[in-house]
T-cell receptor
Framework: SQQGEEDPQALSIQEGENATMNCSYKTSINNLQWYRQNSGRGLVHLILIRSNEREKHSGRLRVTLDTSKKSSSLLITASRAADTASYFCATDTYNNNDMRFGAGTRLTVKP | EAGVAQSPRYKIIEKRQSVAFWCNPISGHATLYWYQQILGQGPKLLIQ????????DSQLPKDRFSAERLKGVDSTLKIQPAKLEDSAVYLCASRTILRGMNTEAFFGQGTRLTVV
């Protein structure tokens, strides 16, 4: 079964704006990851955040994790047309590394 | 560092035929995953290997799907017989553990299967 659920399913913004995507999950986790997938290609890892971490940054990406609410968010600042892709969260359930994905958020950044 | 290799990239078969996909993970990665991704959906975990042992195959339709990872390196995923609903992209991924903690996973480009 799928573990995470992303919200919104689709997001359309203008270049330069910020994009925020959310992920909710059901069971206790060891860590949570965010991946990007361009159309017709494989998934590319963005950030891994562990269950004892609350926030992590990588370039224009900011990820937060709230284990009490079983949710995470991915913020992309100053978006670019090249950020257009699908974004997925994946969780490793506690004591496992089964890496289960949500349905994803389709982000469109208009130039 | 070479990435995860998958072949073939594309495959078209008729329903009831059989098909096999191959994956070569990154050298030294003990964990290997096979996912099925139907268009517009997220990847669905089919099977997870740790070295050559199966960790999780709870979502693998075992009446028609099989997978093996001999010698804990390369892996093959087979479908026999194929159904129309098996049309999807099949993704292979691998990852390792550093200092007792999981690291990021690396994905291959996938095999796009079309069953007609």
């Amino acid at each position: 079964s799928q573990q995470g659920e992303e919200d919104p399913q689709a997001l359309s913004i203008q270049e330069g704006e910020n994009a925020t995507m959310n992920c909710s999950y059901k069971t206790s986790i060891n860590n949570l990851q965010w991946y990007r997938q361009n159309s017709g290609r494989g998934l590319v890892h963005l950030i891994l955040i562990r269950s004892n971490e609350r926030e992590k940054h990588s370039g224009r990406l900011r990820v937060t994790l709230d284990t009490s609410k079983k949710s995470s968010s991915l913020l992309i600042t100053a978006s670019r047309a090249a950020d257009t892709a699908s974004y997925f969260c994946a969780t490793d359930t506690y004591n496992n590394n089964d890496m289960r994905f949500g349905a994803g958020t389709r982000l469109t950044v208009k130039p | 560092e070479a990435g995860v290799a998958q072949s073939p990239r594309y495959k078209i078969i008729e329903k009831r035929q059989s098909v096999a996909f191959w994956c070569n993970p990154i050298s030294g990665h003990a964990t290997l995953y096979w996912y099925q991704q139907i268009l517009g959906q997220g990847p669905k975990l089919l099977i997870q290997f740790q070295n050559n042992g199966v960790v999780d195959d709870s979502q693998l339709p075992k009446d028609r799907f099989s997978a093996e990872r001999l010698k804990g390196v390369d892996s093959t995923l087979k479908i026999q017989p194929a159904k129309l609903e098996d049309s999807a992209v099949y993704l292979c991924a691998s990852r390792t553990i550093l200092r007792g903690m999981n690291t990021e996973a690396f994905f291959g480009q996938g095999t796009r299967l079309t069953v007609v």
